[in-house]
């Protein structure tokens, strides 16, 4: 025990290896808030300068800038509008209005407690659940990653707006966008029309960047003449009496995210979606409603991206299988330095083991610190006079999708996607289900094809195979309790159990 309490303190009392996660954190932030900056392409370019530093100095480096990057995308999501990667895109929905009305330092303060809150729970259940979680997360099959997605496309209902309808529209044509490209299983071409430049899909990060950020600042275009809202900034830090009434809503998300980010191949920008969803349902009586600036939209899918950071390192500190794709990058990294991740980096290297930990609570240390410090200076890019602000979000815009691959043509996607997104706008639909439908289209394609290649492309062994296996059975449940909940039945149903509770009372 002391031993193990030993290699979790090394980062701590090393100033060094401090210094290295303070600088990671800091510089994870500003990347992650660049829109098309990914942590995973940080992450990537880090790797090269560390072959030769030992492999405590490169993981204290990699963990802050991990950290620090997912928490991040919040910034630019709050402030523009500009999600700065894809785990950010439902704090844009509340937290976007929340600036619009001058509460931009409160929505900052509130995210950076609740990420940290999130990310020290992941933390935790890397730390004393490790082993447990990856074993159930190595029993979930390719049926169960589908009516996952099938429950993250629920979402639509959520993401909606005032239509449902053009709610599924809308998700409907980001499913037809993700499935641009070559077929993963055949390499026969979907929706390419013969040219090369389709082959290789579009990339959902520029769709974001273009629905998001470029649409926005056409939209801004028709309030030039409107005064900049005026920031208040003088209560940054949250009220302790905020953090209890969103304790309970931080804890269930960061569940969703330690739980969803421990599944290989997901990672924090599904877990965002589903634990805003789940905080949607269960708050019955928000101050402000969800959409508008609820401060239970910010809280939940930061609480859950951050949580995902502990649970993707669950999965690849046991098994040596990656949580997300910034988890497979630091494989390679700790092949480099000639480890082998696996269920024998437990056995032969325990320093490792309990040194992450103790590096990424650190990690999280320097986040509330970073966090917390620069907002009076960030929210002044809100106060900015239009003329100057809506170029620069252009500007912005164009440099994130170029630096996804230095490709010049996601530029002229970006503009696309951000004309298109405009009209969308303007005609009422919400650009939130296109990037639900971009990112979620071709996990669902590839894992049905899957499952059903497993079951020997018999559907009634498909069928079969749902309604046997314990978690395949409750994932089902739960998708068609959802399902049903959304319909006019459901809908009545919930009307008729509160009318009889309230008879229930008044009789009482």
């Known amino acids: 025990m002391l031993e193990s309490f030993g290699y979790l303190a090394i980062s701590w009392f090393d100033p060094w290896l401090l210094m290295l996660t303070a600088a990671g954190t800091l510089a994870g932030i ?7 900056l990914s942590v995973t392409m940080a992450v990537s370019i880090l790797i090269s300068f560390t072959f030769k530093w030992s492999v405590n100095d490169a993981l204290a480096l990699i963990a802050g800038v991990y950290v620090g990057g997912v928490y ?39 995210t950076t407690v609740m990420s940290v809150f999130g990310g020290f729970v992941g933390i935790a259940a890397l730390a004393l659940f490790a082993p447990m979680l990856a074993d159930f997360a190595l029993m979930f099959t390719s049926r169960d990653y589908l009516l996952l997605a099938m429950i993250g496309i629920l979402l639509v209902g959520t993401l909606s707006g005032e239509s449902f309808a053009k709610g599924v529209f809308a998700g409907a044509l980001g499913v ?29 990060v520029v769709a974001m960047i273009g629905f998001f950020g470029v649409a926005e600042a056409f939209v801004q275009l028709h309030q030039l003449d409107l005064p900049a809202v005026k920031q208040k900034i003088d209560r940054v830090i949250p009220r302790l ?19 969803i980010g421990a599944l ?32 239970e939209g910010l809280v939940a899918p930061e609480a859950a991206n951050n949580a995902a950071v502990g649970g993707a390192f669950v999965p690849m500190l046991t098994l040596g299988i990656p949580g997300d794709a910034v988890t497979a990058v630091i494989i390679g990294a700790l092949f480099i330095h000639g480890l082998k991740p696996g269920p024998l980096l437990l056995v032969e290297t325990p320093h490792l083991f309990w040194f992450t930990v103790g ?28 003329a100057i602000l809506l170029p620069l979000i252009i500007i912005l815009s164009a440099v994130g999708s170029y630096a996804i691959q230095n490709n010049p043509v996601d530029i002229y996607w970006m503009l696309l996607f951000g004309v298109f997104g405009y009209f969308l706008k303007v005609y009422g639909f919400q650009v939130g289900p296109v990037i639900l439908g971009v990112i979620l289209g071709p996990m669902m394609d590839s894992n049905y ?37 959304q319909t006019p039945l459901g809908r009545m149903a919930r009307e008729a159990w509160r009318g009889r509770r309230a008879q229930g009372r008044g009789a009482g």
């Open 30 to 36: 500003y990347v992650g808030a660049i829109p098309g």
């Open 72 to 110: 991040g995308g919040s910034r630019t999501a709050i402030l523009l509008n500009i999600p700065g990667a894809p785990s950010a895109i439902a704090t844009a929905l509340d937290g976007y209005p929340m600036a619009k009305r001058g509460e931009a330092g409160e929505a900052v303060g509130l």
């Open 176 to 204: 037809l966008i993700g499935m641009v490209g070559l077929d993963p299983m055949t390499a026969e071409g979907r929706f390419t029309f013969d040219t090369i430049t389709l082959m290789g899909g579009i990339p959902y």
């Open 241 to 259: 009496a905020d953090v209890r009434r969103y304790f309970r809503v931080a804890m269930r998300a960061s569940g969703i995210g330690t739980v």
């Open 264 to 295: 290989p191949g997901t990672g924090g920008d599904i877990a965002a979606l589903l634990a805003y969803d789940d905080a949607k349902r269960a708050t019955k009586n928000p101050e402000v409603p969800f959409g508008e600036g609820a401060k």
């Open 359 to 386: 590096n990424l609570a650190l990690a999280n240390i320097f986040l509330l610190i970073f966090g917390l410090t620069g907002i009076r200076i960030f929210t002044k890019i809100v106060e900015c006079p239009k």
């Open 449 to 485: 094809r899957r499952a059903m290649i497993g079951a020997r492309n018999d559907p009634a062994t498909f069928i079969w195979d749902f309604l046997s296996h314990p978690i395949s059975c409750v994932l089902l449940i739960a998708f068609l309790a959802l399902l049903i909940s």
